[in-house]
């Protein structure tokens, strides 16, 4: 099955500055690759996903990611962090031969002033 | 609003006891699931449903069943709670299989 890492288990930015949050995956073929934000006490919210053609993903809030295969990676980025960024930040990979899905531990995202 | 609906929102239950967790959606939402978040694990995945009459396992399905009579349903069944089930539970839906692109807003359930 496939499984996702995320090495970064907590990240603090100063607001303004850039952001990548690191996200590594194992499956065998393509993958479908997701990124959610989780604000406390409340569900998750899909920021973008990857499933085929150009390699770099826009998604709403001003994030973008990047697949690379050869790295087995899907980094999300944000050139400038707002205070309101502030959360938590779930990269997920899903299989195109089955309805499995598999979520990263998560990375928590404070920003400082 | 539209979208993925849990009820209730807390629980506590006493080890041995069943209940029943819900999950309603008025998206027409074919692809719905299941999972537990616990602390430093993400979400694990523990039934979904392709369609009403349709279910299958996940990652974690012991001591959980569901059913899927309707498309806009997706209850979860606890048979006999144990305190590792102590978690939050969110469902999910989308309009088709792969990613789960609603969240509701979480069931926190306490097994003690």
């Known amino acids: 099955a496939q499984s996702v890492t995320q090495p970064d288990i907590h990240i603090t930015v100063s607001e303004g500055a850039s952001l990548e949050l690191r996200c590594n995956y194992s499956y065998g073929a393509t993958p479908y690759l997701f990124w959610y934000v989780q604000s406390p006490g409340q569900g998750l919210q899909l920021l973008l996903k990857y499933f085929s053609g150009d390699t770099l993903v826009q998604g709403i809030k001003g994030f973008e990611a990047e697949f690379k295969r050869s790295q087995s990676s899907f980094n999300l980025r944000k050139p400038s962090v707002h205070w309101s960024d502030a959360a938590e930040y779930f990269c997920?990979?899903?299989?195109?031969?089955?309805?499995?899905?598999?979520f990263g531990a998560g990375t928590r995202l404070t920003v400082k002033p | 609003n539209a979208g993925v609906t849990q009820t209730p929102k807390f629980q506590v239950l006493k080890t041995g006891q069943s209940m029943t967790l819900q999950c309603a959606q008025d998206?027409?939402?074919?692809?719905m699931s299941w999972y537990r978040q616990d602390p430093g694990m993400g979400l694990r995945l523990i039934h979904y449903?392709?369609?009403?009459?349709?279910?299958d396992q996940g990652e974690v399905p012991n001591g959980y069943n569901v059913s899927r009579s309707t498309t806009e349903d997706f209850p979860l069944r606890l048979l006999s709670a144990a305190p590792s089930q102590t978690s939050v539970y969110f469902c999910?839906?989308?309009?088709?299989?792969?990613?789960?692109?609603?969240f509701g807003q979480g069931t926190r359930l306490t097994v003690v």
């Open positions: 998206m027409n939402h074919e692809y």
């Open positions: 999910a839906s989308s309009y088709s299989t792969g990613p789960a692109a609603f």
């Open positions: 449903s392709v369609g009403a009459g349709i279910t």
């Open positions: 997920a990979v899903g299989a195109i031969d089955n309805n499995d899905m598999r």
